[in-house]
């Protein structure tokens, strides 16, 4: 069974930064592209970002492009999401999943970030 969890939201202030993490089992990490993802109140689930397999290539929606930086560590199984100047547009609910979201997996419990103005 895939299980994805997600830490690393909190509240800060315009400007500011938060590093976001995502623990995956029960699927075959090394092998899969990783993604972010995120729904903001009232809106439907979008994409943030994405990294292959080996990390060789990163991908970003143009809005967060240059702010946020996507990692991950195989030898962990574990995705980041490193946010800096954020933006109260990029309050939501975080998600990690693979890329795409492959349906019979299920998403975790999201992380909830706010950004105040």
């Known amino acids: 069974q895939v299980q994805l969890v997600e830490s690393g939201g909190g509240l800060v202030q315009a400007g500011g930064s938060l590093r976001l993490s995502c623990a995956a089992s029960g699927l075959p990490f090394r092998g899969v592209t990783m993604g972010w993802f995120r729904r903001a109140p009232g809106k439907e689930r979008e994409f943030v970002a994405a990294?292959?397999?080996?990390?060789?290539?990163?991908y970003y929606v143009q809005s967060v492009k240059g702010r946020f930086t996507i990692s991950r560590d195989n030898a962990k199984n574990t995705v980041h999401l490193q946010m800096n100047s954020l933006k109260p547009e990029d309050t939501a609910v975080y998600y990690c999943?693979?890329?795409?979201?492959?349906?019979?997996?299920?998403w975790g419990q999201g992380t909830q970030v706010t950004v105040s103005s």
């Open positions: 990294i292959n397999w080996n990390g060789d290539y990163t």
């Open positions: 999943n693979t890329h795409p979201p492959n349906p019979s997996t299920g």
